[in-house]
């Protein structure tokens, strides 16, 4: 069974770091693109930041840009997410997705885009 998994989330201090991952099994992330979401009870789930299957392509939500990076690693058939300076905004449950078409782009003005897998979701909280 092909599935995603998130780690690396947890609680921080205004200002401080977090590394997502965002790993999958049974499936090779190779060709795909992948996107990192979140989401807020209540609230529809927004996307972050999206990568395509060469590293050069990459896109982040205006609210992240300059914050928060977005990488992969083939090898371990891995994204991550390194999220810096966090405010108390970035608090929230942050999902992976996974598209097999290999898009870059995971997410629109207002919405997102059908993802082919997700995870369960990490929970971000930022809070002093």
């Known amino acids: 069974q092909s599935q995603l998994g998130e780690a690396g989330g947890g609680l921080v201090q205004p200002g401080g770091s977090l590394r997502l991952s965002c790993t999958a099994s049974?499936?090779?992330?190779?060709?795909?693109?992948v996107g990192w979401f979140r989401q807020d009870p209540g609230k529809a789930r927004e996307g972050v930041s999206c990568i395509g299957p060469a590293q050069g392509l990459t896109h982040y939500a205006e609210s992240v840009k300059g914050r928060i990076t977005i990488y992969r690693d083939n090898a371990k058939n891995t994204v991550y997410l390194q999220m810096d300076n966090l405010t108390p905004d970035d608090s929230a449950t942050y999902y992976c997705?996974?598209?097999?078409?290999?898009?870059?782009?995971?997410?629109?003005?207002?919405?997102?885009?059908?993802?082919?897998?997700w995870g369960q979701g990490t929970q971000v909280t930022v809070s002093s």
């Open positions: 049974g499936v090779s992330l190779d060709y795909y693109g």
């Open positions: 997705g996974a598209r097999e078409d290999g898009s870059a782009f995971c997410f629109y003005s207002g919405g997102i885009y059908e993802m082919d897998y």
